[in-house]
């Protein structure tokens, strides 16, 4: 199972690890902020160290209730931040966490080799041409409402169905268009309640039926942190129970904060799954 990004194979049948940088002064685990050049470089530089292999740079916040920025604002964060972690990692491979087609087509022509859409086309209608155009792989996320109103819009007849058909039509949207390197992602905390994003992980492995890599993001999320009674600076340890468990149900892909806990968990589960 591989994805080409910009003719480099990487192969995912080996569980890979995307750390996540983001470019907001209000994404919900402050840790993970890095607004200044210092702060990008050394977030970079620390991810890769450890591990990483793919960066995730976000530069519009999708927290439930988060604000929304303009266009312009979201570019005027991102395409810096690209410039700087590009030329001085040129061997990364970067992920640009966007839901925007301008976005998206600016900042690949900038450097970046994968898109991670949220919405999976959903809110701007000309993201998918925009993938197609400029053949990088494409992750996409399940996801109702927008990040303003996802929060009461977790209504479902039969979710893992539900989302199973999002899916299934969003595929055959994208291979239309002659996309061919998808991943998908159920997304954790997007238009699910708590009980609903344990119901949904339960049920992960149902997504290897797509025949596609699967990327699981739950680090620190709400779900975890909530359930627990403490905050997502606390939530370490529970992120790394849950990506063990994502590992042994079949994730391609690890979407996370902490890389260095991330690689061990791949580590262990290896030895039970070879």
């Known amino acids: 199972m591989f994805i080409n990004c910009r003719g480099n194979l990487v192969d995912l049948s080996q569980p890979r690890i995307m750390g996540i940088i983001n470019i907001t002064p209000d994404s919900f685990f402050s840790g993970s ?27 519009y916040s999708s927290r439930p209730g988060a604000d929304d920025i303009p266009v312009e604002e979201e570019l005027k964060r991102m395409i810096p931040a ?21 976005v998206a087509s600016k900042s690949i022509e900038t450097g970046a080799d994968i898109i991670n859409d949220i919405s999976a086309g959903r809110l701007d209608k000309d993201m998918l041409s925009v993938i197609a155009r ?3 792989p494409y992750i996409m996320m399940h996801m109702k409402g927008t990040p303003q109103t996802m929060k009461d819009l977790n209504q479902y007849e039969d979710l893992e169905n539900d989302i199973l058909f999002y899916f299934s039509e969003r595929i055959k949207a994208a291979r239309d268009l002659g996309i061919n390197d998808i991943i ?11 009980d609903q994003n344990y119901q949904l992980f339960s049920k992960l492995e149902l997504f290897k039926n797509l025949d596609l890599p699967v990327l699981v993001g739950i680090s620190r999320k709400s779900m975890i942190w909530k359930k627990l009674g403490i905050s997502a600076a606390e939530a370490l340890n529970g992120t790394t129970v849950l990506n063990s468990i994502a590992l042994m149900k079949g994730a391609n892909i690890l979407r996370v904060h902490d890389v260095k806990e991330a690689l061990e968990c791949i580590k262990i589960t290896s030895e039970l799954t070879n």
């Open 33 to 59: 902020r890095s607004t200044s050049v210092k702060e990008i470089l050394q977030s970079a530089e620390k991810m890769l160290n450890e591990g990483a292999d793919f960066l995730d740079l976000g530069a």
């Open 82 to 102: 690209l410039e700087l972690i590009r030329k001085n990692f040129p061997e990364a491979l970067l992920s640009i966490d966007t839901f925007r087609a301008e």
């Open 134 to 136: 400029h053949k990088v």
């Open 184 to 194: 998908i992602d159920p997304g954790f905390g997007f238009a699910k309640n708590i």
